[in-house]
């Protein structure tokens, strides 16, 4: 979506639809979340972790786990660097496709190796785990949608 949006040439449209609210957030309603996000998919990963951090009596802990294509592709890179800075319930790992020299993060796609590292773990109490990305990453983390519901709702776990 975000390649499609820079692609654009002035007085071109493109219609959007929504919100639609799939998450409220309560703070402190879960002990862990955990973040996989792809892309242009950070943008409500952001929101819910500009909550959380930016509330002093909000002690959920933050995993994300963020992957794209290069680094010049990362969004927020200086704000979730500032987070990871000044909160200690906040951690964040990076995996990039093509990586540059000296990169100190993951390389290739997101895979079960880093979701067992850096997510909640598997019976953890009060723990969540968000997903938002492109569509092939979706598919393999989460599995295919639910299109017999309006609007469709992300099917099964299957990735």
């Not at 850096?118 to 569509?135: A, D, R």
């Amino acid at each position: 979506m975000g390649s499609h949006v820079f692609e654009m040439r002035v007085g071109e449209s493109l219609e959007i639809k929504g919100p639609f609210e799939k998450f409220k957030y309560t703070p402190n309603q879960w002990s862990h979340i955990g973040m996989i996000a792809g892309g242009t998919g950070i943008a409500p990963m952001f929101q819910v972790i500009q909550a959380i951090l930016e509330n002093p009596k909000d002690k959920t802990h933050i995993s994300l786990v963020y992957a794209n294509n290069s680094r010049k592709d990362i969004l927020l890179n200086n704000e979730l660097a500032t987070f990871r800075k000044a909160h200690t319930n906040f951690d964040l790992y990076f995996t990039l496709l093509d990586v540059p020299k000296r990169w100190m993060g993951g390389v290739g796609y997101i895979n079960s190796e880093i979701l067992n590292t850096f997510m909640p773990k598997v019976g953890e109490k009060k723990t969540k785990i968000l997903v938002c990305g492109p569509p092939p990453m979706m598919k393999a983390i989460c599995g295919d949608k639910d299109y017999t519901k309006q609007p469709p709702v992300q099917g099964d776990l299957t990735g």
